[in-house]
């Protein structure tokens, strides 16, 4: 049964498509069959790998809309063993198109589900928010591998996005674990890189995996000639790091850290299907939610207990 993992930070810019990429095209070279998913409307990792747009390909707009099988969308790579399901910028519709819809978190998860006997590694490509396109990879997920930057303000939003896992693990995914966390763009040298190494092992533990991506001109560059980095330049740090961390990833699997649970420092308290409902996280409040906020924000005053 292959491994379904969700490459994931609400954060914009992060490295989520650069490590989706060449951490599927570095299974794929270790002779494994890999396919990578793209969900991001913004269709990086489907341009990254050589493919231009075109509106009539079936994508994962189809599989999401349960317009097209997963099978029926595959397209084979210039990699031996990675295929890729592309995205299209028509797939932003789907968080619409489906507000209303049956199983709308579910949609991803069932149609991969054919094919999860074929590949070893499934990784799937999330967009920059905690959305109804995020939920579904999350879902369908069987860990999250969150990419972060190594600077200073690395670990702001990160509390969201461990309660956005927390709330899928309690209500609609209960396997879902974390894979690990992944410094992209690092640079060993300064001091202040080295500091928040420290800070994010200090809150992630053996969560944090021991490979770092430095930043490298070649894992910028190969996107724009549609070849991971280790078709473009294989000697280059860049593709060697993406080599490691998927070996490291592997070996995680092996070693039990990649299913050891990680306690989010505040729990998410007891979850209910209402709570089901306030996902995506981004979702504007409603008015009633609103209105709950303001009356847990009514101070209780002594004055009153006093006067009672
Ligand atoms: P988005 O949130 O928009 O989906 P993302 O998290 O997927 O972004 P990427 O697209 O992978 O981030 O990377 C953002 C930019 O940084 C891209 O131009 C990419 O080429 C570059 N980049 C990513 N990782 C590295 C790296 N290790 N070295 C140099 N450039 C990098
Ligand atoms: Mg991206």
Redesign the pocket.
């Known amino acids: 049964m292959g491994r379904v993992i969700a490459?994931a930070?609400?954060?914009?810019?992060?490295?989520?498509?650069?490590?989706?990429?060449n951490l599927a095209a570095s299974f794929a070279a270790a002779e494994v069959n890999t396919l990578l998913v793209d969900c991001?409307p913004?269709s990086?990792?489907t341009s990254?790998l050589g493919f231009v747009k075109d509106p009539e390909r079936v994508s994962s707009y189809h599989l999401l809309m349960g317009a097209a099988s997963a099978e029926e969308a595959l397209l084979t790579t210039e990699l031996d063993q990675l295929w890729l399901i592309p995205a299209h910028k028509n797939l932003i519709g789907a968080n619409l198109e489906l507000v209303d819809a049956d199983a709308r978190e579910f949609r991803l998860r069932e149609a991969i589900a054919p094919l999860r006997e074929r590949f070893q590694f499934i990784v799937l490509?999330?967009?920059?928010a905690l959305d109804l396109l995020t939920l579904n990879a999350l879902v369908a997920a069987d860990a999250v591998l969150i990419?972060m930057q190594g600077e200073y303000f690395a670990l702001e939003g990160v509390s969201e996005l461990l309660d956005t896992i927390e709330r899928i693990r309690a209500i609609l995914n209960p396997e879902l674990g974390i894979e690990g966390v992944v410094l992209?763009?690092?640079d060993e040298r300064t001091n202040l890189s080295q500091q928040v190494k420290s800070e994010l092992k200090n809150y992630f533990g053996e969560k944090l995996c021991s490979t770092t991506?430095?930043?490298?001109?070649?894992?910028?560059?190969?996107?724009s000639h549609g070849k991971p980095a280790l078709m473009y330049d294989p000697r280059s740090k860049?593709a060697e790091?993406y080599i490691k961390l998927a070996k490291e990833i592997i070996e995680r699997q092996v070693s039990g850290v990649a299913q050891a649970p990680f306690e989010v420092a505040e729990h998410v308290g007891q979850e209910d299907a209402q709570a089901a409902e306030q996902l995506p996280v981004e979702a504007v409040p409603t008015e009633e939610h609103r209105a709950e906020g303001a009356v847990e924000e009514l101070p209780v005053s002594s004055e009153m207990d006093k006067s009672a």
């Open positions: 490459v930070n609400q954060k914009g810019g992060v490295g989520k498509t650069t490590t989706a990429i991001d913004q990086n990792a990254g490509d999330c967009p920059p990419p992209t763009m690092f991506v430095p930043r490298n001109i070649r894992l910028a560059e190969a996107p860049g790091s």
